[in-house]
């Protein structure tokens, strides 16, 4: 199992920026996919999930209405739109999923948002 996030970066507060995840190794449309973030001293914590077929999401609340996670499973890519982005959004992003048991990361994105 391969997760390789992209699309962090430095944003500006209300500003956007778009994550992407790319899996390989397992069949990606069988499983739920979530981002996960780890802000400067503070504790990993589920962003947003989605299943399989895209049909359900759930998010953090501290997200909600600002981001959307959504998947491509023909290209077994999930991705996570983010806007009106807070200081408080500044953490690394992670792309995760359970496979067979076993826990799989990604090595994570930065994004910073900062004026």
């Known amino acids: 199992v391969q997760l390789v996030e992209s699309g962090g970066g430095l944003v500006q507060p209300g500003g956007s920026l778009r994550l992407s995840c790319a899996a390989s190794?397992?069949?990606?449309?069988?499983?739920?996919m979530s981002w996960y973030r780890q802000g400067p001293g503070k504790e990993r914590e589920l962003v947003a999930a989605?299943?399989?077929?895209?049909?359900?999401?759930n998010y953090a609340d501290s997200v909600k209405g600002r981001f959307t996670i959504s998947r491509d499973n023909a290209k077994n890519m999930v991705y996570l739109q983010m806007n009106s982005l807070k200081p408080e959004d500044t953490a690394v992003y992670y792309c995760?999923?359970?496979?067979?048991?076993?826990?799989?990361w990604g090595e994570g994105t930065q994004v910073t948002v900062s004026s």
């Open positions: 995760f999923v359970q496979w067979r048991l076993g826990n799989y």
């Open positions: 190794g397992f069949t990606f449309s069988n499983y739920v």
């Open positions: 989605i299943t399989g077929a895209g049909g359900s999401t």
